[in-house]
């Protein structure tokens, strides 16, 4: 089973290629010797390909050492953690022969200014921050008029003189797209609110949500990420703002405590 995150994935997850049936079940199918070569087999093959993989290859390129293996079309899977993913990539292949329709329901999942990936991480910077306490999670997604353009603008958290938008890095090549049209979005909101705040000191400031680089992708995407990263330094330090960095939800809470 090949394995590699959707571009709209919250989940960082590292492309590869697994041997999904155990080989107690290949022994009971085809016997000591024959379930056992059976299973070497498999496994030298998800080796071979989870290399080609972890190179930067897509699935959509990948192909296998021996004869008799083909690549069938792509589905999507949902879960947790690769184990998860899995089991659920075994099921949909039995149950879909498209995966158009869960992709279309992954991808509603994700809103006009957030990708699904920082959507996930404000929800989690929001309930260590603001835990039970009403008026600070009132500062998080805050909409902000600006009277002279006519403009309404949200800003993902929004305390005093402090205005703070958080973005992703991609995981993917595939979600390199979206993740950069996320960050000009909120970068372009910063820009239109101090525009129009009349000459008030407001002092801006990109979170940037960096987990890929500390999680086991592969070296191709962890340059990708790299890249945007550079990218948001140039950008910030053009537009006037300040940059701060997170490997996790829980590590940020304790910069926007500083905030507070």
Known sequence: MCLEPHETSSLVVASGTYAVLPPERLRAMLGRQRGNASYNVLREVAGYMSERQMAGMPIA???????????????????????????????????????????????????????????????????????????????????????????????????????????????????????QREAQSKLYEIDKLRRGMDGNAIEPILLVNEDVLFSSLNEAAKAQATIMLERMHQLSKADGLQLLTAANAYEAATLVAAFS
Not at 112 to 133: H, Q, S, W, Y
């Open 61 to 179: 390129e990948l192909d296998a050492p021996f004869k008799g293996f083909v690549i069938g079309p792509p589905s999507m899977a949902r879960g947790y953690n690769v184990e998860q993913l899995l089991n659920a990539a075994v099921r949909t292949v039995s149950a879909f022969g498209s995966a158009d329709d869960l992709v279309e329901e992954e991808e509603s999942l994700e809103t006009p200014r957030n990708t699904i990936r920082t959507a996930e991480f404000l929800r989690t910077l929001k309930r260590c921050v603001a835990g039970e306490d009403r008026d600070i999670a009132a500062r998080f997604e805050k909409k902000l008029s600006v009277p002279a353009q006519h403009l309404d603008v949200t800003v993902d958290y929004a305390y005093k003189q402090w205005m703070l938008q958080v973005t992703s890095l991609p995981a993917t090549h595939r979600q390199a797209m979206h993740a």
